[in-house]
Antibody, heavy 116, light 111 residues
Framework: QVQLQESGPGLVKPSETLSLTCTVSGDSISSSYWTWIRQPAGKGLEWIGRIYASGSTNYKVSLKSRVTISADRSKNQVSLKLTSVTAADTAVYYC??????????WGQGTLVTVSS | NFMLTQPHSVSESPGKTITISCTGSSGSIASNYVQWYQQRPGSAPTTVIYEDKQRPFGVPDRFSGSIDSSSNSASLTISGLKTEDEADYYCQSYDSNTHVVFGGGTRLTVL
């Protein structure tokens, strides 16, 4: 059974870069596509972007200039980098496999707070 | 920008049936698959419907999905409501660039 575990700093200063890792076990990241989603406290889900097994990526238009999603097949990890963060980037960040398919799976999420 | 609109909240009694709607702002909602996610408090979302009407393994058949092209809407229907169904439900589809779009979410209260 696949497991996804998000990890990274829980506190990031404004204007700095948010870096998160999604470690996958029970599946190879080369077998599917992987998505990052975030959810501010008390609010809805927001798609950030995805990376395919081929390495190609798509990003939400409004975040595109600040986001990079990458994959490290040797570590079976997918990473998210978001630059120039502000308080508006404070949220729980989730990674997910095969978001809209029969084998969809989500991590439990990790809270990132942007504050000085 | 393509948007999906859901009612903010719905409520119903145990044992009853409820339907949550998800209306597309433009184009044809039937053009792309719609998914539905359940999110209980403090937990990550899980898929209850994918590809408009398919149920993942382990999701009870009390959950069903449908598309109504005439109203450009997708619907999630839950029959035989249980208190454990109380959660937030999100619909999801795609815009013209195949970028993921989520609805705003619907809070289901079973009382």
């Amino acid at each position: 059974q696949v497991q996804l575990q998000e990890s990274g700093p829980g506190l990031v200063k404004p204007s700095e870069t948010l870096s998160l890792t999604c470690t996958v076990s029970g599946d190879s990241i080369s077998s599917s596509y992987w998505t990052w989603i975030r959810q501010p406290a008390g609010k809805g889900l927001e798609w950030i972007g995805r990376i395919y097994a081929s390495g190609s990526t798509n990003y939400k238009v409004s975040l595109k200039s600040r986001v990079t999603i990458s994959a490290d097949r040797s570590k079976n990890q997918v990473s998210l980098k978001l630059t120039s963060v502000t308080a508006a980037d404070t949220a729980v960040y989730y990674c997910a496999r095969d978001l809209s398919g029969s084998s969809s799976a989500w991590g439990q999420g990790t809270l990132v707070t942007v504050s000085s | 920008n393509f948007m999906l609109t859901q009612p903010h909240s719905v409520s119903e009694s145990p044992g009853k049936t409820i339907t949550i709607s998800c209306t597309g702002s433009s184009g044809s909602i039937a053009s792309n698959y719609v998914q539905w996610y359940q999110q209980r408090p403090g937990s990550a979302p899980t898929t209850v419907i994918y590809e408009d009407k398919q149920r993942p393994f382990g999701v009870p058949d009390r959950f069903s999905g449908s598309i109504d092209s005439s109203s450009n809407s997708a619907s999630l229907t839950i029959s035989g409501l249980k208190t454990e169904d109380e959660a937030d439900y999100y619909c999801q589809s795609y815009d013209s660039n195949t970028h993921v779009v989520f609805g705003g979410g619907t809070r289901l209260t079973v009382l």
